[in-house]
C-alpha cells in the first residue's frame, strides 16, 4: 500500500533564509508526487509535480522540489523565505501504473518569521 | 479562468440530521474528487468522479454518504444521518483527466461542516 510521511509538524525559518519541508513516501512501483500549500480559509493550491524526467523540480512562488528515489523522499525547498510564504503544506503521492488513488500527508505548518 | 465553486462555505447542524453540499468544477474537467479534511490531517479521498461515472468510493461510508454527478459537470454530497465525527471541512477538487500528465488537481475553498 502507498503511503506518505511529513515527520514535522511545524517549521519556523527566518525570513530570507533557506526553507526545508520534508516529504518521504512508500509505493510498490514509480511514484507520482505533488506538493499542495493551503492558506488560511482557502482551499489547496497547486505548488508543483513529479511525474518524470529531470529530478528537480520548479514550480510556483519560487518553490522546488527534489525527487530522490533511494531515499524515497520529495522535499520541498525555497532559496529564501518569505512571510507570505507562512501557510500548510501538504506532501501527496500517486502509485504510477496502478489505478491507486492519490494520498495526501499530513500537512506541515510553515512559520516564517520576520 | 473560474476556479473551483462550492456552497455553502460553512454549516452547522444538529447530529442526526441531512446536509448536502454543492461543487461547480472548472469548465471542461471530466474528473471530479470529494475530500474530507479533519483538522489536523490532510484530506482523504471520499469518492471520485470520471464524467457521470464513480472511478473510486472505497472511502465512502456509504451507509451515511452518497454523492452523485448528474451530466457529468456539478456534483452533491450528502450526509443522511450526520455523526459528531462527521465535522470536517468537505473539499471538492477537479482535474482535466485521470492521466498523471492531467492529473493537478484544482481545489475549491471547501465547505466547513459543524456537527453538535
Known amino acids: 500500500a502507498q503511503s506518505v510521511a511529513q515527520p514535522e509538524d511545524q517549521v519556523n525559518v527566518a525570513e530570507g533564509n533557506p526553507l526545508t519541508v520534508k516529504c518521504t513516501y512508500s509505493v510498490s512501483g514509480n511514484p507520482y508526487l505533488f506538493w499542495y500549500v493551503q492558506y488560511p480559509n482557502r482551499g489547496l493550491q497547486f505548488l508543483l509535480k513529479y511525474i518524470t524526467g529531470d529530478n528537480l523540480v520548479k514550480g510556483s512562488y519560487g518553490f522546488e522540489a527534489e525527487f530522490n528515489k533511494s531515499q524515497t523522499s520529495f522535499h520541498l525547498k525555497k532559496p529564501s523565505a518569505l512571510v507570505s510564504d507562512s501557510a500548510l503544506y501538504f506532501c501527496a503521492v500517486r502509485d504510477r501504473g496502478r489505478d491507486d488513488k492519490i494520498i495526501f500527508g499530513k500537512g506541515t505548518r510553515l512559520h516564517i518569521l520576520p | 479562468e473560474a476556479g473551483v465553486a462550492q456552497s455553502p462555505r460553512y454549516k452547522i447542524i444538529e447530529k442526526r440530521q441531512s446536509v448536502a453540499f454543492w461543487c461547480n468544477p472548472i469548465?471542461?474537467?471530466?474528473?471530479l474528487y470529494w475530500y474530507q479534511q479533519i483538522l489536523g490531517q490532510g484530506p482523504k479521498l471520499l469518492i471520485q468522479?470520471?464524467?457521470?461515472?464513480?472511478?473510486?468510493d472505497s472511502q465512502l461510508p456509504k451507509d451515511r454518504f452518497s454523492a452523485e454527478r448528474l451530466k457529468g459537470v456539478d456534483s452533491t454530497l450528502k450526509i443522511q444521518p450526520a455523526k459528531l465525527e462527521d465535522s470536517a471541512v468537505y473539499l471538492c477538487a477537479s482535474s482535466l483527466g485521470n492521466l498523471a500528465e492531467t492529473d493537478t488537481q484544482y481545489f475549491g475553498p471547501g465547505t466547513r461542516l459543524t456537527v453538535l
Open positions: 468522479f470520471q464524467n457521470n461515472g464513480v472511478v473510486d
Open positions: 469548465s471542461g474537467h471530466a474528473t
